[in-house]
């Protein structure tokens, strides 16, 4: 534009029309320039002042230059959230594959134990095989008398009157190996079911309702009241995945049809996390351990708010005295025909299990037993009738029902009660006193067990 304004001036003065040289020219990058000369004694060189255009320019760069700088801070600030959520997912994902890669090591683990004894049954069955067979054994030297051992059995008269010999006529003269001896078989009644309350005598086979769908699965807590109350009946049962840092969600289905399907008909969100698998239902509320306290949180279903709350008295906590298989598992409740415990342990303890009996109002403590076997040398704890009685291990296919408080009596034993892990990494354990059965997770399967109780023995 100042060219132009420069080239205008130099057209209107005549006398100096033949003295403007114009040149148009291509530069080294092959942009074309115009040059003009005029010859003036006034002026060495054009004027160097700047145009309304030149500065509205610098202007609206300026305005550029800010806009980009504000551009470049809050993309960096987006950056930052971006950087610490990918942070938090990284550090979740490295957990889960952490998880995963201890239980790919136990099952190669398993696996081989399985082919060494799959080798070992191989050699065996081999061996069986090529082995002759052992030549049968003479016949028993008859007494004194001409009278074997047996012969008073095969001569006796049967019940019914029968004085027929109980010989076979057609073995009488073969060899006597072969004879055969015919006893009559007496039916004995079976013994009558105890329904009353008592002590632990069997624990049946698992029985499998639901594999969870997800890795927040693998550990969790499946309870039906036993005494339930509007507006939930005894049917509806109900689940809470326990893996995380804030496990709040529980989720309720009308009866074990539909949770063995997966279709929840309600969801509840808990007002505060809770910690681990020792949760509880009964008389209508939810009892659990706050996460990372001593807490224990009376949480009623029917209005969904939290009807009590109050510390466990000295209480081992998030890690303290947890089962042998970990999980925070300090504090586990429970639920038999006497009303509402906890199984924990204190400093003051030693490590030792205590067990004690809570008002379900107020979670105040009303009586204690401590107990000589430590919390984290078992594997899980339930209670029935009054007693307390642990497990073994969570991961033995094949363990028992290794000890028995009774708090009557304030003793306890060693007993050995079969009891099977058949997806061999048990997390929760709880007593259904309604149902006589045991409810359990085990490695990602909701299952439970029937019991037998007998009759208490008189002290």
């Given at each position: ?165 109980l ?17 009559e ?6 013994p ?14 698992p ?154 109002h ?12 430590r ?30 408080y009774?708090t ?37 399967h909701?299952?439970?067990y029937?019991?037998q ?7």
């Amino acid at each position: 534009m100042f060219l132009l304004l420069c080239l205008v001036g130099l057209l209107a003065q005549g006398d100096a029309q033949d003295r403007a040289a114009l040149w148009r020219g291509n530069d080294r990058s092959g942009r074309c320039h115009y040059t003009f000369t005029v010859a003036s004694p006034a002026e060495a060189s054009c004027p160097q002042t700047g145009s309304p255009e030149v500065e509205g320019l610098k202007a609206r760069l300026s305005l550029l230059e800010a806009l980009v700088s504000r551009l470049t801070g809050a993309t960096t600030q987006a950056g930052g959230r971006s950087q610490s959520e990918l942070q938090e997912t990284l550090t979740r994902t490295v957990g889960e594959r952490n998880l995963l890669q201890g239980e790919k090591e136990r099952l190669e683990r398993e696996l081989g134990g399985l082919q060494h004894r799959m080798e070992e049954t191989l050699r065996e069955m081999e061996r069986l095989r090529n082995r002759p067979c052992p030549p049968q054994s003479p016949m028993v030297p008859p007494r004194a008398g001409g009278s074997s051992p047996v012969s008073h059995l095969m001569a006796r008269p049967n019940r019914q009157g029968d004085s027929s010999s109980l010989r076979d006529s057609a073995w009488q003269q073969g060899h006597a190996g072969f004879q055969e001896l015919k006893a009559e078989v007496t039916e004995v009644p079976a013994p009558e079911e105890y329904t009353g309350c008592g002590v632990l005598v069997s624990v049946a086979e698992p029985v499998t309702h639901r594999k969870a769908d997800s890795i927040a699965g693998k550990y969790g807590v499946w309870m039906q009241d036993s005494e339930a109350v509007a507006p939930y009946g005894p049917n509806m049962a109900w689940r809470i995945d326990t893996i995380g840092s804030d496990v709040r969600q529980m989720f309720g289905y009308e009866d074990m049809e539909q949770l063995s399907k997966g279709f929840p008909t309600k969801v509840l969100l808990l007002p505060e996390p809770l910690e681990s698998t020792g949760a509880t239902l009964y008389r209508g509320s939810l009892y659990y351990q706050r996460r990372r306290s001593r807490t224990l949180i009376r949480f009623d279903l029917a209005s969904e708010s939290v009807a009590a709350r109050r510390d466990l008295p000295h209480a081992g906590f998030h890690g303290q005295f947890p089962y042998s298989w970990g999980g925070y598992t300090d504090i586990d409740l429970a639920v038999d025909e006497q009303g509402l415990w906890a199984v924990y342990s204190t400093s003051k303890a030693k490590g030792a299990i205590v067990l004690s009996q809570l008002d379900p109002h107020s979670l105040e403590v009303k009586k204690s037993w401590e107990t000589n076997i430590r919390k984290n040398s078992v594997a899980n704890a339930f209670v029935i009738c009054g007693r307390l009685y642990t497990v073994g291990s969570y991961t033995a296919p094949n363990t028992t029902v290794n000890y028995m408080y009774d708090t009557e009596t304030n003793q306890g034993k060693a007993v050995a009660i079969p009891f099977r892990n058949k997806y061999r990494y048990n997390s929760m354990i709880d007593y259904n006193p309604a149902q006589k059965k045991l409810f359990a997770w085990d490695n990602f399967h909701i299952v439970s067990y029937d019991l037998q109780l007998g009759r208490p023995m008189a002290v």
